[in-house]
């Protein structure tokens, strides 16, 4: 996927969700504008898979297929998984290496619940 077609994606689909009706829950509080946001600070569910190309001490940088960077905090209550579903470990995270990360997107980067080496 070519940088302006991503780009067009990311367009497309933030400016559909906008549009999007919303609905009151209950653990949504109103915002005087009318806006609705949660009652406490929630995290969101998110999966990337792609290449390590950088490492260091708890955080790897991981780029799809599609060239999008992500940046992946991740500690020892990780669960580190290998290509036969084998218990894996922080060395077994090497550049060059092809990973599922599953975690939450917060604060610009994903904090890793699970890291499955492909």
């Known amino acids: 996927m070519t940088t302006s077609r991503c780009c ?3 367009a497309l689909l ?6 999007a ?5 209950a653990d949504t509080v109103p915002r005087p504008n ?7 600070e929630s995290e969101s569910n998110f999966t990337v ?8 001490e708890g955080k790897l940088t991981v780029s799809t297929e599609e060239n999008m960077i992500f940046h992946v905090r991740y500690d020892e209550k990780t669960d580190i ?3 036969g579903g084998a218990q ?4 077994d995270l090497k550049t060059g290496v092809t990973v599922m990360v599953q975690g939450e997107f917060k604060g610009g980067e994903i ?8």
Do not use: N, Y
């Not at 009706?21 to 829950?25: L, Q, S, T």
């Not at 894996?88 to 060395?91: A, K, L, N, V």
């Open 8 to 10: 067009l994606a990311f």
């Open 14 to 19: 933030f400016g559909v969700w906008s549009l």
């Open 21 to 25: 009706p919303r609905e009151a829950h």
């Open 34 to 40: 009318g806006d609705l946001h949660p009652a406490q």
């Open 49 to 56: 898979e792609g290449k390590v190309t950088q490492k260091s």
């Open 81 to 83: 998984r290998l290509k």
């Open 88 to 91: 894996g470990s922080d060395p």
């Open 111 to 118: 904090v890793a619940r699970k890291i499955q080496v492909r």
